[in-house]
T-cell receptor, first 109, second 116 residues
Framework: QKEVEQNSGPLSVPEGAIASLNCTYS??????FFWYRQYSGKSPELIMF????GDKEDGRFTAQLNKASQYVSLLIRDSQPSDSATYLC?????????FGKGTRLSVIA | GAVVSQHPSRVICKSGTSVKIECRSL??????MFWYRQFPKQSLMLMAT?????????EQGVEKDKFLINHASLTLSTLTVTSAHPEDSSFYIC????????????FGEGSRLTVL
């Protein structure tokens, strides 16, 4: 069973703080990793992908990948109330993406 | 990013009827599309992989005769829920893989099906 595990939350952070979202995966063959954001009642939208060990930054978002530990994380700096959503971690390639159950983030104004 | 359009966004039907959902890639050709189902507060569950010009590949536990998938062109895949029942009520989302080596998925808007 190929699995992606996430803490379901909710994770509550105050506005302006750093939100840290974590994910582990079981399939060592996975080559690319994705973070999607899903607002309630909407479909997921891609935030970032990462495929090399280390950090990848895009604006307020930083994805971190550690293949030895099979661990992926997403940091959101200067969190805003509009960041409140469910964040889905996914692992893929060459297989179809496998999604975690998502972590619900709540940014408190 | 790539655009994937899904229609209808909401559909309500009576038990026993069939419902068709369309998924289109608007600005790229998608030889492969994926159909997911999501129940409230649950994760996305892959139902099937839709391959242009060939039969879809269904995940374990998904009834291929109930969820008919047709991928007749490089830009269109359809999912038909046949003889729908209330337990089929869910959020159905299609996606297409980009042509890049990374293989990121772009999702359609989703279709919320309610079976009365």
């Amino acid at each position: 069973q190929k699995e992606v595990e996430q803490n379901s939350g909710p994770l509550s952070v105050p506005e302006g703080a750093i939100a840290s979202l974590n994910c582990t995966y079981s399939d060592r063959g996975s080559q690319s990793f994705f973070w999607y954001r899903q607002y309630s009642g909407k479909s997921p939208e891609l935030i970032m992908f990462i495929y090399s060990n280390g950090d990848k930054e895009d604006g307020r978002f930083t994805a971190q990948l550690n293949k030895a530990s099979q661990y992926v994380s997403l940091l959101i700096r200067d969190s805003q109330p509009s960041d409140s959503a469910t964040y889905l971690c996914a692992a893929g390639m060459p297989r179809p993406l496998v999604f975690g159950k998502g972590t619900r983030l709540s940014v408190i104004a | 990013g790539a655009v994937v359009s899904q229609h209808p966004s909401r559909v309500i039907c009576k038990s026993g009827t069939s419902v068709k959902i369309e998924c289109r890639s608007l600005d790229f050709q998608a030889t492969t599309m994926f159909w997911y189902r999501q129940f409230p507060k649950q994760s996305l569950m892959l139902m099937a992989t839709s391959n242009e010009g060939s039969k879809a590949t269904y995940e374990q536990g998904v009834e291929k005769d109930k969820f008919l998938i047709n991928h007749a062109s490089l830009t269109l895949s359809t999912l038909t829920v046949t003889s729908a029942h209330p337990e089929d009520s869910s959020f159905y989302i299609c996606s297409a893989r980009s042509g890049s080596d990374i293989g990121e998925l772009f999702f359609g808007e989703g279709s919320r099906l309610t079976v009365l």
